[in-house]
């Protein structure tokens, strides 16, 4: 009889390497091939974090490349002051990446909005495609008459296959032979592992993108290798595991009792001496009987979806376009 247990079904679930890191520095000890940087500005925390090679990759979880990860908490309040800030943040960060990968000024992009835009927490690819600055028929069409400052932008929503019945990335594949782009801009809707980064958390990567991560749904993705064109990767948390809040709520209730008790054992049993993955499988085990480990978003998903994606948007815009005003990529969407 196999013993064995795949643990990976036990793990934390998030998409972001920057938790990702977090979880795997638990121990106390930095992480070898792993390094990253972090500033503050105007109320955005800024992680710079490179996978250099493949031990850091296999300690992480995470391929290797570049991932820039823009915190704003402040975003819960809808403040539009903040909003802009962010925009602007996100289109300088972006651009830097763009100039470290050697992308020209003139080089031809392909914005992919991934998701379902029936579903508010995956609708955000397809919102963020319905207010990008779309040029590429102006190239194609009248290329005399575009002024200097913009580049050749399209952008597609691919829907999901439950809808299609084709692959997102299939989609993409034959738009990228017959349109040629120079680069692909995949939008997507990850998981978190905490409620406070979810709609608050912009992450940029080098590495591609698998669509239907946020939902634990690993399929065919778009990279670099399969499209034979980069790919940068914009993801956002909108979700988390039901899994996930239980075991956080385990830990808060544990730090709480021991800040007013010294009774933490007697008042939660063997909880507090469990190791976190541990805690996790037991939880699991507990709603396994309500069948599938349940998503969850904030109730205030519908505004906050439409936010960000105007964020992402507005950033765009004034990354890919040189005669977009970065310090008013507001005034860029429509």
């Not at 090679?53 to 570049?66: C, D, H, T, Y």
């Amino acid at each position: 009889m196999n013993h064995s247990l795949d643990l990976q079904h036990y793990m934390v679930r998030t998409d972001l390497a920057l938790e990702a890191k977090e979880l795997a520095e638990s121990g106390g000890h930095p992480i070898p091939g792993v390094t990253s940087e972090m500033t503050e500005e105007e109320g955005v925390r800024i992680t710079r974090l490179v996978v250099e090679n493949e031990q850091g990759s296999q300690a992480i979880g995470k391929l290797p490349g570049r991932y820039v990860t823009l915190e704003a908490p402040g975003l819960r309040g809808l403040d539009t002051g903040l909003q802009d800030q962010v925009a602007t943040i996100f289109a300088r960060e972006f651009e830097a990446l763009l100039q470290r990968l050697g992308v020209r000024t003139d080089a031809k992009v392909l914005i992919v909005g991934l998701g379902n835009w029936n579903v508010t927490p995956d609708s955000l690819g397809p919102l963020v495609v319905e207010n990008v600055m779309i040029t590429r028929h102006f190239f194609e069409l009248m290329p005399d008459d575009v002024a200097p400052g913009y580049r050749s932008v399209s952008a597609i929503s691919p829907g999901v296959m439950g809808t299609t019945g084709i692959e997102s990335s299939e989609i993409v594949q034959g738009i990228v032979g017959r349109s040629e782009p120079d680069l692909i801009i995949a939008i997507d809707a990850l998981a978190s592992k905490s409620m406070e980064r979810v709609n608050t958390t912009i992450q940029i990567a080098d590495t591609g993108i698998h669509p239907g991560s946020g939902i634990g749904n690993k399929r065919r993705g778009l990279t670099e290798e399969i499209l034979g064109v980069p790919v940068i990767a914009i993801g956002i948390p909108t979700v988390v595991y039901a899994s996930t809040i239980v075991n956080n709520t385990i830990e808060m209730m544990q730090r709480h009792f021991e800040s007013h008790t010294d009774q933490t054992g007697q008042i939660l049993g063997l909880l507090p001496s469990m190791q976190d993955q541990e805690r996790l499988m037991l939880v699991k085990e507990v709603l396994e009987p309500l069948g599938n480990d349940m998503l969850v978003t904030p109730k205030e998903v519908d505004q906050f979806i439409e936010d960000i994606a105007n964020i992402i948007a507005s950033g765009l815009n004034a990354a890919l376009h040189d005669a977009v005003d970065p310090t008013n990529v507001a005034a860029y969407t429509h």
